[in-house]
């Protein structure tokens, strides 16, 4: 049974900083690359920040710098952790596993939102 679960999302005021997680389980997590995408209400679904399975990161232009994507293999888990949080930041945040051996192995998280207001 594949399943991604997330948790950290909330609401936080600019400025401030959440860390956001992925637990995954019936993958093989060391052969998946991990990303994480976010949609905002009315908008298309987009990357945010990618990891591959040698730790090679990459990042949406409007999360450069304060956006970090890690991964712990013993815990099968990837975080985001989101510094310098803004409004333009508020949206689901979904986890992905992309197997590397296969494009057809994808997984989705359910998604977790983060609001970003005063």
């Known amino acids: 049974q594949v399943q991604l679960v997330e948790s950290g999302g909330g609401l936080v005021q600019p400025g401030g900083s959440l860390r956001l997680s992925c637990a995954a389980s019936?993958?093989?997590?060391?052969?998946?690359?991990m990303g994480w995408y976010r949609q905002a209400p009315g908008k298309e679904r987009d990357l945010v920040a990618r990891i591959t399975v040698v730790g090679s990161t990459n990042y949406a232009n409007s999360v450069k710098g304060r956006f970090t994507i890690s991964r712990d293999s013993a815990k099968s888990t990837v975080y985001l952790q989101m510094n310098n949080l803004k409004p333009e930041d508020t949206a689901v945040y979904y986890c992905?596993?992309?197997?590397?051996?296969?494009?057809?192995?994808?997984?989705w998280g359910q998604g977790t939102l983060v609001t970003v207001s005063s």
């Open positions: 992905k596993a992309s197997d590397i051996a296969s494009r057809s192995l994808e997984v």
């Open positions: 019936g993958i093989i997590f060391s052969r998946n690359t």
